[in-house]
Nanobody, 130 residues
Framework: VQLVESGGGWAPAGGSLRLSCAAS????????IGWFRQVSGKEREGVAC????????FYLGDARGRFTMSSDNAKNTAYLQMNGLKFEDTAAYYC????????????????????????WGKGTPVTVSK
């Protein structure tokens, strides 16, 4: 069971980056997947999640309107398209997942939190210049 992030790097303020998260050993059909970020010395915070099966995306904080999360179940890969980047977006970005066995329609943003996820990637750094 593994998640591997890629696509991090440097971008100017106002620029864009696209992060990818490749999963192995499980599928998105019965797992929710999310992106989280962490700045050194601060708690890990949620950015966006996609419900099991990829039906719905939820955005946290100021990611709404700037970031778009999607998942390709055939490729077992999730993406985070980040537009309009700000210096405050500078952080290590982590992909995470958790199995969900409840009714699909019941999965909601309350599950999009770090302590709900139990599979984690190693992270990819994002640096945005001022």
């Amino acid at each position: 069971v593994q998640l591997v992030e890629s696509g991090g790097g440097w971008a100017p303020a106002g620029g864009s980056l696209r992060l990818s998260c490749a999963a192995s050993g499980f599928t998105f059909d019965d797992h929710a997947i999310g992106w989280f970020r962490q700045v050194s010395g601060k708690e890990r915070e949620g950015v966006a999640c996609v419900s099991p099966g990829g039906g719905r995306a939820f955005y946290l904080g100021d990611a709404r309107g700037r970031f778009t999360m999607s998942s390709d179940n055939a490729k077992n890969t999730a993406y985070l398209q980040m537009n309009g980047l700000k210096f405050e977006d500078t952080a290590a970005y982590y992909c995470a997942s958790a199995r969900y066995d409840g009714p699909r329609g019941a999965w909601n943003r309350d599950y999009c939190r770090a302590n709900y996820m139990d599979i984690w990637g190693k992270g990819t750094p994002v640096t945005v210049s001022k």
